[in-house]
């Protein structure tokens, strides 16, 4: 079983940074995909940021430009650096994984708990 552990949310001040990570535990061989999705109250949740095997990298255009996703395969964890924070990026942040092979499964897909970020005006 591959459990998604997320860290660094928390309150900023908009103009501010904060720098999401989220971690895979587990008998993890590869991933093939890494996603940042986020929900604000009332509405659906969204992708924010993805990032491929290869490194090719996919943003909303809300946040193009202020946030960056990366990854460190080694550690099989997933960053999200989230720079010049607005109000309106508020939300729960959630990390996904797919096409997930481990020593006992392959191609499967893991959300993490969410975690909360909050930009104050």
């Known amino acids: 079983q591959v459990h998604l552990v997320e860290s660094g949310g928390g309150l900023v001040q908009a103009g501010g940074s904060l720098k999401l990570s989220c971690a895979a535990s587990?008998?993890?061989?590869?991933?093939?995909?890494w996603s940042w999705y986020r929900q604000a109250p009332g509405k659906q949740r969204e992708l924010v940021a993805a990032?491929?095997?290869?490194?090719?990298?996919h943003y909303v255009d809300s946040v193009k430009g202020r946030f960056s996703i990366s990854k460190d395969s080694a550690k099989d964890t997933v960053y999200l650096q989230m720079n010049s924070l607005k109000t309106e990026d508020t939300a729960v942040y959630y990390c996904n994984a797919d096409g997930v092979k481990t020593s006992s499964s392959t191609y499967n897909n893991y959300w993490g708990q969410g975690t909360q970020v909050t930009v104050s005006s």
């Open positions: 990032i491929t095997t290869v490194g090719l990298t």
């Open positions: 587990g008998f993890v061989i590869s991933i093939n995909t």
